[in-house]
């Protein structure tokens, strides 16, 4: 690959990407490069502004889709390889061929995940202000939002290096440059409605008014910065306590708020905790509620209003049976595990319990009639969850360890304390990431 293009091309494209990638941290970013014109032309154009070492590694995916997705994904591993990137490259488990291109988004992003999970700042996309355009478009089309119309300018998401890039300058660059790539067929496939609206719609729109695109990006840029408002306010009057169960919200100054114009913040609300609200989610919350109502949202989660300030968001409830504490157990999302012999530890806190010897213990949900012994004789766990400030919606399926029809621990909230010179085991919770 020859990354030198003539002078007076590929200027556009390598001064963009030394503005997004040139302030990070060497080997922070991962490079997602599928082996198309655009993503083949990023990865030239961070070789040729002797960007590199922002560079982690160069992560490439497998569809398993057909041949092109073969062919794309060692194209990808060959090049950057001649250009000293280190490569990642993921394959789908099974075919894709039949999946469709939401299918084959959703593994690649998993993939993605994965290996910027390793520790680097985020993933880089190839991205250009043609798919920025196209976006607001489909968006617009779909009825969305403001937040949806600021398509793909964004804060929090992939890092965009060529948003502002039109793909005829990506596409000279990469011509320019000898740069090597593989068109997708799915990107001519008209059956694809973001397909049709590329080649076909938004073309027909600009000719019929000359000078619709730049509107429609002009439109994108002003929902990008209601966006940024709303993010810069939640961020600044609502706190977050997450607890193993779900999430407490405390909307601060937002509680008085009428509930319509409220709506409007709940999805960057609630995108900290990695739900999106679906329309019919928002218009219920654009309603009043009262005290104790549940709003149900996409994945299984609720919304759960506890006080006039304070809302609860509960994940998925999850059945579980009691299993026998014994080595490491796994409850649901927790894990208990045997610890040291309070090694290092001082006295057992929340988190980290000494349980008697020769008492048959077992892990399972907590009953409305548990108690567990406390300083003034046994008291009921749910006074102990209203002492620990873990509101109802999020007790449910919270675990205990038992022994008959004792409780001797309730994780991150009470734990028995043994009279002095009883033998013990010592044991530790955690919750595993979702």
Do not use: K
């Amino acid at each position: 690959m020859r990354t030198a293009p003539q002078p007076g091309t590929g200027e556009p494209v390598i001064e963009a990407t030394r503005r997004c990638l040139a302030p990070l941290p060497a080997g922070r970013v991962v490079l997602a490069v599928s082996g198309g014109p655009d993503s083949m032309g990023l990865l030239a154009a961070v070789h040729a502004a002797g960007l590199a070492d922002r560079v982690a590694c160069v992560a490439t995916f497998d569809h398993r889709s057909g041949p092109w997705a073969t062919r794309a994904a060692r194209l990808v591993a060959a090049s950057a390889s001649g250009l000293g990137f280190r490569v990642v490259v993921g394959r789908a488990p099974e075919p894709m061929v039949a999946a469709g291109e939401a299918a084959w988004r959703d593994e690649r992003w998993r993939f993605l995940r994965q290996v910027a999970a390793d520790g680097p700042t985020g993933v880089a996309t190839a991205h250009t202000r043609d798919d920025h355009l196209e976006t607001i478009a489909f968006r617009l089309w779909r009825g969305g939002g403001p937040r949806g119309l600021a398509g793909l300018d964004v804060d929090g998401g992939p890092l965009r290096p060529l948003l502002s890039v039109a793909r005829a300058d990506v596409a000279a660059f990469v011509r320019a440059s000898g740069v090597p790539s593989l068109a997708d067929p799915a990107n001519g496939d008209r059956r694809h409605a973001r397909v049709r609206w590329r080649l076909d719609l938004l073309p027909a729109l600009e000719s019929a008014r000359p000078g619709f695109s730049r509107e429609l990006l002009a439109l994108g840029a002003r929902a990008a910065a209601w966006r940024r408002d709303v993010e810069r306010l939640v961020a600044a009057e609502v706190t977050v306590r997450r607890e193993p169960q779900g999430a407490v919200l405390t909307l601060g100054g937002l509680a008085d708020v009428p509930a319509g114009h409220l709506a409007w913040c709940w999805p960057a609300i609630l995108a900290a905790e990695g739900v999106t609200p679906d329309r019919r989610a928002l218009t219920r919350l654009a309603r009043e509620t009262t005290v104790g109502q549940a709003v149900p949202l996409p994945g299984g989660a609720e919304l759960i209003r506890v006080t006039g300030e304070t809302w609860v968001l509960r994940r998925p409830r999850e059945t579980a049976v009691p299993v026998p504490l014994a080595g490491v157990v796994r409850f649901g999302p927790w894990r208990f595990r045997p610890a040291r012999a309070d090694a290092g530890r001082g006295e057992p806190g929340t988190w980290h319990a000494r349980l008697p010897v020769g008492v048959p213990l077992e892990v399972r949900p907590w009953r409305p009639g548990d108690r567990l012994a406390g300083p003034a004789g046994p008291r009921r766990v749910a006074r102990w969850f209203a002492d620990a400030g873990i509101p109802g919606p999020l007790r449910v399926g919270w675990p205990v360890v038992a022994g008959g029809t004792n409780v001797w621990w309730i994780p991150g909230v009470r734990q028995v304390a043994l009279p002095p010179g009883t033998p013990f085991l010592s044991y530790d919770c955690d919750r595993q990431p979702d």
